[in-house]
């Protein structure tokens, strides 16, 4: 398995990541993963057969170590039904393949969302 890792300075007017239309401000890590789905199995001969059946498939993990939380409420509600979203997000990204911008149909995985500082007299979160 090949990692490959990519180091961006971002001089660019395009958005690192772009969720169903919202511009995420850029993250303080983001990778990639690209993935070749393969149908095999093994032959009376005992030798693997198999066909690729997709391949590129990029699953993207992005990180901030500080966002507001309206930047957080923003980015979670494109997957949240009851925030206005859907499972499937439209999202935009460079693809580290092509280096060229494309626009995938996704779904979101687990979210984990860290509290930079509260309020002490709401509990609630605070920039």
């Known amino acids: 398995m090949a990692n490959i890792y990519h180091k961006a300075v971002y001089f660019s007017s395009n958005p690192a990541l772009t969720i169903g239309g919202y511009e995420c401000p850029v993250p303080s890590e983001m990778s990639m993963t690209l993935a070749t789905f393969v149908d095999s199995g093994r032959n009376v001969k005992g030798k693997v057969v198999g066909k690729v059946v997709r391949q590129d498939v990029v699953s ?4 901030w ?3 507001s939380p309206d930047a957080y ?3 979670l509600d494109r997957f949240t039904t009851s925030g206005g979203g859907s499972f ?3 999202v935009r990204f460079c693809h580290p393949r092509t280096n060229g911008w494309v626009t995938r149909k996704m779904y979101v995985a687990d979210r984990t969302v860290g509290v930079f500082k509260l ?3 709401s509990g609630k979160p605070i920039v």
């Not at 993207?60 to 990180?63: F, L, P, R, V």
């Open 60 to 63: 993207i993990s992005a990180k």
């Open 119 to 121: 309020s002490k007299s």
């Open 88 to 90: 499937y997000q439209n």
């Open 73 to 75: 409420g923003n980015i």
């Open 65 to 67: 170590r500080f966002l």
